[in-house]
Each structure stands twice: as C-alpha cells, then as structure tokens.
Antibody
Framework: EVQLVESGGGLVQPGGSLRLSCAASGFSFSDHYMDWVRQAPGKGLEWVGRIKTKGDSYITEYAASVRGRLTISRDDSRNSLYLQMNSLKTEDTAVYYC??????????????????WGRGILVTVSS | DIQMTQSPSSLSASVGDRVTITCRASQSVNNNLNWYQQKPGKAPNLLVYAASSLQSGVPSRFSGSGSGTDFTLTISSLQPEDFATYYCQQSYSFPLTFGGGTKVEIK
C-alpha cells in the first residue's frame, strides 16, 4: 500500500524557517518525481514545486511565489522528501501536501498527475 | 502561466442528478488535464487523468472530456458521497496550475 506521511509542521513567526518531511512507503520512491502542493485555509489548491529523479539529475521546479525561499530535496536512501521553508510569510500559511507524480503520455507528449497524496500538515506563519 | 478557470464555482444538486463542471485553460494544454475530488479535511483524490481516462477504482458515473482549452467533468447520477469540491489541473507546462474549484452541495 502506498503511503505518504508528512511531518514537521507547526507555528512559526514571519521571517522564520521550518523543514517539512514526507516519509514514503509501499512503492519504489527513487523512481518517482515528487511534488508539494499547498492549500491555504478555505482556499483552493496551489502547486509549490517538484523534484525529479536521480536519472533526471534531481532537477527542481518551483512556483514563482516560493522560488528562492522554499527548497525541495529528497533522500532516496531514506525514502524521504523534504521542503525547507525559509523567510516565511503569513501568506505561506497552509496545509502542505506531498504528492507522488505519475508520469504518462498525453496527445502532446509527456504528462503527469498526482496519483497519491499524503494527509497534509498544517504550517501557520503568525506572530 | 496557464490560468485554469472553473465554472460554476458552486452548484446545488440532488441525488440522481446529472452534473457537469467546466474547466477552461487560458491557452491550449492538449489533453494534459486532470480532475480531483476533495472532501472536507481530506487530501484530494485523482478522478480523471489525461482529460478522459478514469483512474483505477473511480466509479464509472464519473467521466471527463475535452481537449485544447475546454474540458468537462460529468457525474452521470450524483450520489451522496459525491458532495465535495472538484478541481481541474493542467500538467502541460510549469508552473502546474489548478482551477479555483467547484463545490457541489446538496439541494
């Protein structure tokens, strides 16, 4: 059974830092791209970023709203995904989900979807 | 960035109704379009990928269609467990983007 379990959330002051972790099990973690998606209270879903596999040089992609402040990394030996969050702003308050990216083929070439999600972890940025 | 616009933002329907949700992209995404269902306090759940392919385990009353810029998610006969919020998402280009969501409520 595929499982994704986030940890490390909590309350942090504006300008502070926090590191989220996502422990993966039930699948070959090293073979999959992994993403972070967040959801502010009462709002919709916002993609945060992606990290590719070793075969794709662990390339990362980020949303403009977090680029330079949030950093995604992974440790394939520990089946773990991380989100290092620095210079946090009140607008970063959200539930953060880790999600597995499933790669497929669409009419225009490669495409992806999020086929498994963690339960999410709340990050609150407030003074 | 590709903007994804869903309509309506909310709707009220009865059990047994046919429900259609629309998603429009600001530019063509081919068929790189996914649909998710989210219930309160829960993570999203993948329903449809590549615009019209049903994810394993998803009931056949759900279907997706469209290509280019216009897409629809249809629930052929609404069931009590279908009351939730639905999101479209494009995977054509970065940044990946979601629609604003459509909340399906009980009439």
């Amino acid at each position: 059974e595929v499982q994704l379990v986030e940890s490390g959330g909590g309350l942090v002051q504006p300008g502070g830092s926090l590191r989220l972790s996502c422990a993966a099990s039930g699948f070959s973690f090293s073979d999959h791209y992994m993403d972070w998606v967040r959801q502010a209270p009462g709002k919709g879903l916002e993609w945060v970023g992606r990290i590719k596999t070793k075969g794709d040089s662990y390339i990362t992609e980020y949303a403009a709203s977090v680029r330079g402040r949030l950093t995604i990394s992974r440790d394939d030996s520990r089946n773990s995904l991380y989100l290092q969050m620095n210079s946090l702003k009140t607008e970063d308050t959200a539930v953060y989900y880790c999600a597995r990216a499933f790669l497929g083929y669409c009419s225009g070439g490669r495409c992806s979807n999020f086929d498994y999600w963690g339960r999410g972890i709340l990050v609150t940025v407030s003074s | 960035d590709i903007q994804m616009t869903q309509s309506p933002s909310s709707l009220s329907a009865s059990v047994g109704d046919r429900v259609t949700i629309t998603c429009r992209a600001s530019q063509s995404v081919n068929n790189n379009l996914n649909w998710y269902q989210q219930k309160p306090g829960k993570a999203p759940n993948l329903l449809v990928y590549a615009a019209s392919s049903l994810q394993s385990g998803v009931p056949s009353r759900f279907s997706g269609s469209g290509s280019g810029t216009d897409f629809t998610l249809t629930i052929s006969s609404l069931q009590p467990e279908d009351f939730a919020t639905y999101y479209c998402q494009q995977s054509y280009s970065f940044p990946l983007t979601f629609g604003g969501g459509t909340k399906v409520e009980i009439k």
